[in-house]
C-alpha cells in the first residue's frame, strides 16, 4: 500500500535520469527476492516445526529490516551525514528543479485523473498485481496437483521468481543502456519492454492451458515470469516519465488499481478451481492471460515517455520553496519561478515614492506562512511586487 509510493519518492531525490533504470530495477528486485527465499524456506519450516513459525519469522524480520531503515535510510542526499560534496553536487545538477519542494504546489489533480498515459500505468499495475498475487497465493497449490510434496513445491515455485528477479535487475541495464547509448525516444523504450515483458507473460498463460505435465508448467512459468520481470523498467518506471515531482502520487492512484487486482484474484480463483482439477485452473490461466494481452495492448497505445504538461507549476505562479531544516545546503528562504507579472511590476515602478506608496499594501515576508497559498491575482502580485521591490533596492 504505501511502501512504493514512498520508495519511489524516495528514489526521485536518490536517482538521476540516466541512471534511474538500474537503480529502481535493483528496489524492486529487493521485493521479489522475498518471494524466492521464502517459498522454500515456507516449505520446509512447515513440513519440520509448523506453519505458525512461518509468520513468527517473516514478522521478525520485518522488525529487523524496520530498524535498519530507520538508523541508515535518509529521505535525501542533503540529508546523509556522510555523503561527498561532490556526490551531492552532480545529483542536484543531474536532478534539476524537479526536486525542489515548494510549500503553495498544487497537485493537478483533474489532470492527472483524466490523462491516458496514466490509466495506462494502471492498467499495467492492474495485471501485475493480478499475476503477482496469484502466483504468491495459488502456485504451490497448483504445483502440488502434480504429486510434488510440500517440500518440493517451494522449492519449483520459487523457480519462476529467480527468473523474474533476476530479469527484474537485467531490465534496468538494458532500458538505460538504449537510453543512453542509442537513439531511441524514452517512450519507444518503455513500450519494447513493456510489449516484450507482458506480452509474452500472456502467451505463456495460454501456453499453461494446454499443458498437463508438471515439468513442463514449471519450465512456462519460469520462462513467463522471466519476461514479466523484464517490464519493470518499462511500465513501472514510466511513472518518473509522466512527473517525476508527483510520481509519489503516481504510483499511489496505480497502486490501488493494484489493490483492487489483490482483492479479485482470490475471488475468482476460488470460483473457478472449486473442483481442484486442470480444467479450473484453465480457466484461471485463461482469465489471466486475456487481463494482461489487454493492459499491454492499452500501454502500447497510449502509453508514452514525455513529460506531461502539468507536471511542473504553470508558470504565473510564484513559489515557495519549503525549507529544509536537515539539508546540509540550507535553501534560501523561497525560490520565485519567473512570472510576467515581474516584469510588468518592475517596469511600472518609476520612483522611489511610487515604489513606498506601493510597499505600503505588502504584507512583509517574513509574516507570511511558509504553508500560505497565492490564493488571489491581487496577493500574487503583491508577493512579486515585493521581491521586485527589493531586487531594485539591493536588499535581497
Not at 492498467?123 to 504429486?147: D, K
Request: hydrophobic share 45%; glycine share 8%.
Amino acid at each position: 500500500g504505501m511502501i512504493y509510493p514512498a520508495c519511489y519518492g524516495v528514489l526521485r531525490h536518490w536517482s538521476v535520469p540516466c541512471e534511474r533504470g538500474r537503480i529502481v530495477s535493483a528496489v524492486i528486485t529487493g521485493a521479489y527476492s522475498g518471494a524466492i527465499l521464502g517459498f522454500p524456506m515456507a516449505g520446509i519450516i512447515t513440513h519440520y516445526v509448523g506453519w505458525q513459525y512461518v509468520y513468527f519469522i517473516s514478522a521478525g524480520a520485518c522488525i529487523l529490516w524496520f530498524i535498519v531503515w530507520v538508523f541508515f535510510a535518509y529521505e535525501k542526499p542533503s540529508h546523509h551525514p556522510l555523503i561527498s560534496n561532490a556526490e551531492l553536487d552532480y545529483l542536484s545538477k543531474e536532478q534539476g528543479l524537479d526536486v525542489i519542494d515548494y510549500e503553495n504546489l498544487r497537485i493537478p489533480w483533474i489532470s492527472i485523473l483524466t490523462s491516458l498515459p496514466v490509466y495506462a500505468i494502471c492498467l499495467c499495475h492492474f495485471a501485475r498485481q493480478w499475476v503477482f498475487i496469484l502466483m504468491l497465493t495459488n502456485e504451490p497449490l497448483y504445483l502440488s496437483m502434480f504429486g510434488y510434496s510440500l517440500a518440493e513445491t517451494g522449492v519449483y515455485a520459487s523457480l519462476p521468481h529467480i527468473s523474474k528477479t533476476l530479469m527484474t535487475l537485467l531490465s534496468g541495464y538494458i532500458a538505460d543502456t538504449l537510453l543512453n547509448r542509442t537513439s531511441l525516444t524514452t517512450t519507444i523504450v518503455r513500450k519494447l519492454l513493456t510489449g516484450a515483458g507482458l506480452g509474452m507473460l500472456s502467451l505463456c498463460f495460454f501456453v499453461l492451458t494446454l499443458l498437463s505435465d508438471g515439468a513442463s508448467v514449471i519450465v512456462v512459468l519460469t520462462v513467463g515470469l522471466g519476461f514479466f520481470g523484464l517490464s519493470v523498467s518499462g511500465w513501472q518506471i514510466n511513472h518518473y516519465d509522466l512527473s517525476t515531482r508527483h510520481v509519489s502520487i503516481l504510483v499511489g492512484i496505480s497502486s490501488t488499481c493494484g489493490t483492487v487486482a489483490a482483492f479479485i484474484v482470490p475471488l475468482v480463483t476460488g470460483t473457478f478451481t472449486k473442483s481442484q482439477d486442470l480444467a479450473g485452473w484453465t480457466n484461471v490461466f485463461y482469465v489471466s492471460g486475456t487481463i494482461v494481452a489487454v493492459a499491454v495492448i492499452f500501454f502500447l497505445i497510449f502509453g508514452t515517455g514525455v513529460q506531461q504538461p502539468w507536471a511542473n507549476p504553470p508558470e504565473n505562479v510564484q513559489l515557495i520553496q519549503k525549507l529544509d531544516p536537515l539539508a546540509r545546503k540550507p535553501y534560501k528562504l523561497y525560490t520565485v519561478q519567473k512570472s510576467p507579472k515581474v516584469d510588468e511590476a518592475i517596469v511600472g515602478l518609476k520612483n522611489d515614492s511610487d515604489k513606498g506608496s506601493l510597499l505600503q499594501n505588502v504584507q512583509p515576508l517574513s509574516e507570511m506562512t511558509h504553508g500560505e497559498i497565492l490564493e488571489s491575482d491581487n496577493n500574487l502580485t503583491q508577493k512579486i511586487l515585493e521581491d521586485g521591490l527589493k531586487q531594485l533596492n539591493g536588499t535581497s
